[in-house]
């Protein structure tokens, strides 16, 4: 078991605080929240991105495949 801490055998001290800084409240600032509407989504960019790689790549295998074994679609 853990062993426990010993306890001061003094009074105990109290701090000094100002009340006036505890019983005021700050009043809140008003924020206007600003809606972007322009611009490509991050969905919208990774589709395309995806959609571009998938075709370089398509393009890419055929001619390889035309290349070196005669048998690609585009190129031969």
């Not at 001061?8 to 105990?12: D, H, L, T, V, Y």
């Given at each position: 078991m853990a062993s426990s801490r010993p306890r001061?055998?003094?009074?105990?001290v109290r701090r000094?605080?100002?009340?006036t800084t505890?019983?005021?409240r700050v009043a809140a600032e008003e924020v206007e929240?600003?809606?972007e509407?322009?611009?490509m989504g991050l969905d919208a960019g990774i589709g395309i991105v995806t959609c571009l790689l998938?075709?370089?790549a398509l393009v890419l295998v055929d001619y390889e495949m035309g290349k070196h074994m005669a048998a690609?679609?585009?190129f031969k």
């Open positions: 001061p055998s003094g009074a105990p000094a605080t100002s009340r505890t019983t005021r929240v600003v809606d509407t322009g611009g998938l075709v370089i690609g679609i585009l």
